[in-house]
């Protein structure tokens, strides 16, 4: 038995295509394995912003050879039943078949014998289709090529008995993406290749080069430094499981901080605060003891800074600024008439040729 890793590393993945794809691209190589005959263990899935990985145990070296027994129709049956039998089993004509004498009668046989087959031998077909048909919500093309995928494909690992897969993926006109051993770890932190050679160090290796490949170690990590960081300023994080998932997807190694909000806009509803930061910056709303809003907001970072993240805590304060100040604006300006104050503007809009206005409307509705 061995074990077989396939890494797909390309340009950033929209976070909430990211496990989708992971698993779905589990069930392509569980389809094609089966297809082939390989057994195998369910593959362990990881996923992040620029790698889909299927890491498959227990795989054989070579497939069984197999004899499998197929019974036709009766050896008096029409001709066009035993020529279409023929021609499901691949034959040419009855000397392929034996004639066997059973309880119902005498049936035509055929025995189809499958040799065995190196594994190392189909895994390029298998990994060839598995890119090819992995589905996307949407996808690109990039540079001179004709393949499409969700982001332009930078290099695909495949390894398999701790030797490297031969073969590559064609991306159109005359261009091919050979497979390899390499990845890559953290794009400012430890940019340079890193060679696999072991599936079993494969989420180590990443770690050392400040990526964590397990989704699940990543969104423990961010929910651990989040809560800490919010109680050293004796405040907690407002529970938000969704937006944990996407930044989840977001980040390779999680650095969260903690920023200010300035005081002027602390007279916005919490609604409004929460929509402004969660939506557009994907910052986690801090709550005091009493789970009032807390003038503060916690934001993850990709990487690590010597400032301890100051400037990215400034730079990121000034964005906020900026949406929080358009948010009050409209708060503001929604506030000077009153609900009923709009209600003499519907009387401009038609609802239907037939029926009036929206106003007409409006009292029919109360009527």
């Known amino acids: 038995m061995a074990d077989f890793l396939l890494e797909l590393f390309s340009e950033e993945i929209p976070a909430r295509m990211q496990s989708d794809a992971a698993n779905n691209l589990g069930k392509l190589l569980a389809e094609q394995f089966k297809a082939a005959g390989i057994k195998h263990d369910a593959p362990v899935?990881?996923?992040?912003?620029?790698?889909?990985?299927?890491?498959?145990?227990?795989?054989?070296?070579?497939?069984?050879?197999?004899?499998?027994e197929r019974r036709g129709p009766r050896v008096d049956a029409p001709e066009q039943a035993i020529q279409g039998f023929l021609r499901g089993n691949g034959l040419d004509s009855l000397d392929q078949c034996v004639k066997r004498e059973t309880p119902k009668g005498e049936f035509w046989f055929v025995v189809i014998e499958t040799p065995a087959k190196q594994t190392a031998e189909m895994l390029p077909g298998i990994i060839q289709h598995a890119v090819a048909h992995l589905p996307w919500p949407k996808s690109m093309r990039w540079g001179t090529g004709t393949t499409r995928w969700v982001r332009p494909l930078q290099a695909i690992l495949a390894l398999f008995d701790g030797k490297p897969v031969l073969g590559h993926v064609e991306l159109g006109n005359d261009q091919q993406l050979p497979f390899g051993t390499i990845?890559?770890?953290?794009?400012?932190?430890?940019?340079?290749?890193?060679?696999?050679?072991?599936?079993?160090?494969?989420?180590?290796?990443?770690?050392?080069?400040?990526?964590?490949?397990?989704?699940?170690?990543r969104r423990t990590a961010i929910k651990d430094a989040l809560d800490a960081a919010a109680k050293a300023e004796g405040l907690s994080v407002k529970d938000d499981a969704g937006l944990l998932t996407e930044v989840m997807g977001l980040v390779e190694l999680p650095v969260p901080l903690v920023g200010t909000i300035d005081d002027d806009f602390m007279e916005l509803p919490p609604e409004v605060l929460i929509t402004s930061m969660r939506s557009h910056q994907k910052y986690f709303a801090l709550e005091n003891p009493d789970g009032t809003m807390a003038a503060k907001f916690g934001v993850v970072a990709n990487m690590a800074t010597d400032d301890g993240g100051a400037k990215i805590v400034a730079g990121n304060e000034r964005v906020l600024r900026a949406r929080l100040s358009d948010?009050?604006?409209?708060?503001?300006?929604?506030?000077?008439?009153?609900?009923?104050?709009?209600?003499?503007?519907?009387?401009?809009?038609?609802?239907h040729e037939k029926l009036g206005t929206v106003a007409e409307r409006v009292e029919r509705l109360e009527a």
């Open 45 to 68: 899935l990881y996923y992040g912003a620029r790698r889909l990985t299927a890491w498959v145990k227990g795989l054989p070296v070579a497939t069984e050879a197999v004899s499998e």
């Open 327 to 351: 948010a009050k604006f409209f708060w503001d300006q929604d506030r000077k008439l009153p609900l009923e104050g709009y209600l003499s503007q519907l009387e401009a809009i038609t609802f």
């Open 183 to 217: 990845s890559y770890g953290h794009r400012f932190h430890a940019p340079e290749a890193i060679t696999v050679t072991d599936p079993a160090q494969y989420v180590e290796q990443l770690r050392k080069a400040k990526v964590l490949a397990d989704p699940a170690e």
